[in-house]
């Protein structure tokens, strides 16, 4: 494992926990889109290569935050749209699927 795909897997990880112990009825979607475009935007600020180290990862990590926001944005909201960009591969079968990207 790189040491990109470490860091970033610390960072996935630690983020997902934030995200999951967020009360999910308490998310705003206006604040969801802008954290959304600057995501979209340090991603597509990184090098080719350096995204190649952690895509896979990355495809498990915003899958399955595009699978915990399906139900209640629904698949052709902006925000599912523009974390699907940042997917190379399949998406995980579910928001609990912790096995992708290994």
């Not at 999910?24 to 995501?39: A, F, G, H, I, T």
Request: charge should be neutral; aromatic fraction near 10%.
């Amino acid at each position: 494992m790189g040491a990109y795909q470490k860091v970033y897997e610390f960072a996935a990880s630690a983020g997902a926990l934030e995200g999951y112990v967020y009360p999910k009825e308490r998310v705003d979607p206006r604040s969801l889109l802008r954290w959304v475009d600057q995501l979209v935007a340090r991603y597509e600020g990184l090098p080719a290569e350096v995204r190649q180290e952690f895509q896979a990862l990355c495809d498990g990590t915003l899958g399955r935050a595009i699978q915990s926001l399906r139900p209640s944005l629904g698949e052709d909201d902006e925000v599912i749209q523009k974390l699907k960009k940042m997917v190379m591969g399949k998406l995980p079968l579910s928001y609990n699927d912790f096995g992708h990207g290994r």
